[in-house]
């Protein structure tokens, strides 16, 4: 039966109510009373109130789910229902810019997932020279195995998705200057507790911004440090002994915020 059809019989003199209206268009009932309160369709009312929509309506609002599938919303479409075709059309073209600015941008943010996703479970998804993928894989594979399960992975992964190759090169040369001001305290000769070694080591767990590192969970990187050879190997460079002594300031810091370096955990 064509919409049409629904008027020939039975109620036409009537017109059909709000349950035939949302039968023959698809339109649940809730909706319809919603656009009859933002003034896009009239229905008439009987002696008792109750609605009866007329050819007009039906025609009316097959334009109104036109434009809302074309995603304007109420108030646009009661301007579009009342303006002239050049006025319409200017606020058609204006519509379609949006929409493709939307499609750019839900473009960018699945990438943006895409690429979370795949952090997340463990592909590093690596472009650069083949013999810096090797070695970058092989620290990222570890470091999926040891701490993928974790809270701190995820974190990691979003804060990887997100930045740019230009700030990810930025958070690693901040790490890399407080390291090499560790080096050169260590190389001035003071003491892993002195308060000045005590700050670059607070300043050294905040560059680690992959994931919040707590107090405690410094503890666990800087014991990782000492016992892992490329690390070690890599402070060594810096300065002979760097990560041992860094390791006693970790310990001496997270004593100084209330933690037990000998019960730390990974929270």
């Not at 229905?43 to 039906?58: A, E, F, K």
């Not at 995603?71 to 301007?79: D, L, P, S, V, Y």
């Not at 700030?167 to 308060?195: F, M």
């Not at 014991?223 to 390791?247: C, H, I, N, S, T």
Request: proline share 3%; aromatic share 8%.
């Amino acid at each position: 039966m064509t919409r049409e059809s629904e008027f020939s019989g039975e109620g036409s003199k009537s017109g059909l109510n709000i349950g035939q209206m949302s039968e023959l268009t698809g339109v649940s009932r809730r909706m319809l009373r919603h656009w009859e309160e933002e003034g896009l369709i009239f229905p008439l009312r009987d002696q008792s109130n109750y609605r009866h929509y007329l050819q007009g309506d039906v025609a009316q609002l097959e334009r109104i789910v036109t434009y809302r599938e074309m995603g304007f919303n109420a108030r646009q479409i009661k301007a579009l229902l009342k303006c002239k075709a050049p006025l319409a059309l200017d606020e058609l073209q204006g519509q379609r810019s949006r929409i493709e600015e939307k499609i750019q941008l839900l473009g960018k943010a699945a990438d943006r997932l895409d690429r979370l996703i795949a952090l997340a479970k463990g592909r590093s998804g690596n472009d650069s020279a083949p013999t810096k993928i090797d070695q970058e894989d092989q620290y990222f594979s570890e470091a999926y195995e040891r701490w993928g399960a974790s809270r701190q992975w995820l974190e990691y992964a979003e804060r990887k998705a997100m930045c740019s190759e230009q700030e990810q090169k930025k958070d690693t040369a901040r790490l890399e200057n407080v390291e090499n001001e560790l080096a050169q305290a260590k190389r001035k000769g003071l003491a892993p507790t002195s308060d000045k070694v005590l700050e670059l080591i607070d300043e050294h767990r905040q560059a680690l911004s992959w994931f919040h590192v707590t107090p405690s969970m410094h503890v666990i990187l800087g014991r990782m440090y000492v016992a892992d050879p490329r690390f070690r190997r890599r402070y060594e460079q810096l300065e002979p002994g760097l990560a041992k002594w860094m390791l006693v300031a970790i310990e001496t810091a997270a004593r100084a915020n209330g933690i037990d370096p000998a019960t730390a955990k990974w929270e």
